[in-house]
Every structure is written in C-alpha cells, then in structure tokens.
C-alpha cells in the first residue's frame, strides 16, 4: 500500500482506542473516491472507515479514533509526529 498511513505506521493492522458517536456513511463510498478521497483503514469487519487521507495532498488525514489517548510526552504518536515532520517541510518550501 502506498498511502501515507502505510508510510506512517509501516504496519498492515494496527490497533487503536476509539470513542465516538459519528461514522462516515460507507453506501458514499466509491462517490468519495472519485473526488479523491482514500478510504486507507477500514474497521475489521470491513464496514466503518477508520482512516481518509486525500489524495496529492502532502498531509490530510482523518482518523475515527484518538491518537492523543496513545501520546505521552516524550513519545507522542506516531500521526502527531508525521504531522508536525509535514507542517515543518512545508513551512521550509514556502
């Protein structure tokens, strides 16, 4: 898989703590792709996005869980980490 997530995690699975009360709706699926939307983790019964990334954007992501419950200081997760890397690399460029 070549998405960013892949890059990021360097895993196929990964396990996540989640809390939330919205989902995306899954029927808008192949409408969402089209316009460039990567749906790049799915729930493990296949049914619920976990992870979006859109594509030729240098860094969107939009995840269903909670990095911060997994941050601690002097080991923030591995997305707050990938973010902040980007935002510095684009700040350079601009």
Known sequence: NNSLISK????????????????????????????????????????????IELRDHPWFVGVQFHPEFKSRPF??????SSFIKAAGSNRRKN
């Open 8 to 51: 990021i995690y360097s895993e196929n699975k990964i396990k996540e703590r989640h809390r939330h009360r919205y989902e995306v709706n899954i029927k808008y699926k192949n409408d969402f792709e089209k316009k460039g939307l990567i749906f790049s983790a799915l729930s493990p019964d296949g049914t619920l996005p976990e992870i």
């Open 75 to 80: 080991t923030p997760h591995p997305l707050f």
